[in-house]
C-alpha cells in the first residue's frame, strides 16, 4: 500500500487537497502515487488532462482504463466532453456552480451519466474549478 500525509507549509493560507483513489485494472501491481503542484497563476481556462493510462499530453500514467482532467471555466464558459458507449462520466466540483445537463452543481457535489453522446459543461456566474472522470 501508500502511506501518505498532508501538510499545509502556510500559517495563513487554506490548503485545499483532494485524494482520489482509483482501483489498478489488475491486482498485485505495484503502488504508485502522484502528486502536483500548481500555482493559480499558471491555470489556464478550459478542460486539462491530468491522467491517463498512456500518461500522454504531460499527464501522470494510470494502470486503469481511465483519464481525469481539470475544468477551469470562467464565467460562463462552455466545455464539451464525448462520452463513448460502455464508458462513464463523473463530474466532482470543487468551487463555483456548473450547468451540467439541465442541472446545477455547487462545490461538494458530483454527478454521473452513463449516457454516450456529447455533454455540454458551463460555469454559472462565477469562475469554476472540477474534475471531470472517463471512465471504461
Known amino acids: 500500500g501508500i502511506a501518505h500525509t498532508e501538510t499545509n507549509p502556510s500559517a495563513t ?7 482520489i483513489w482509483i482501483e489498478p485494472r489488475k491486482p498485485q501491481l505495484t503502488p504508485a502515487s502522484w502528486i502536483r503542484t500548481q500555482s493559480t497563476s499558471e491555470m489556464e481556462s478550459g478542460k486539462e488532462l491530468l491522467v491517463a493510462p498512456g500518461g500522454e499530453s504531460g499527464s501522470a500514467k494510470i494502470r486503469q482504463d481511465a483519464r481525469m482532467y481539470r475544468l477551469s471555466l470562467t464565467e460562463n464558459d462552455c466545455v464539451s466532453h464525448r462520452v463513448k458507449a ?14 451540467a445537463q439541465g442541472t446545477i452543481l455547487g462545490p461538494g457535489d458530483s454527478g454521473c451519466t452513463e449516457r454516450p453522446g456529447v455533454h455540454r459543461l458551463r460555469a454559472a456566474n462565477a469562475p469554476v474549478e472540477a474534475l471531470l472522470f472517463d471512465l471504461g
Not at 13 to 19: C, I, N, S
Open 13 to 19: 493560507q487554506v490548503l485545499h487537497a483532494w485524494q
Open 86 to 99: 460502455s464508458r462513464a462520466l463523473w463530474i466532482q466540483v470543487i468551487s463555483g456552480h456548473l450547468h
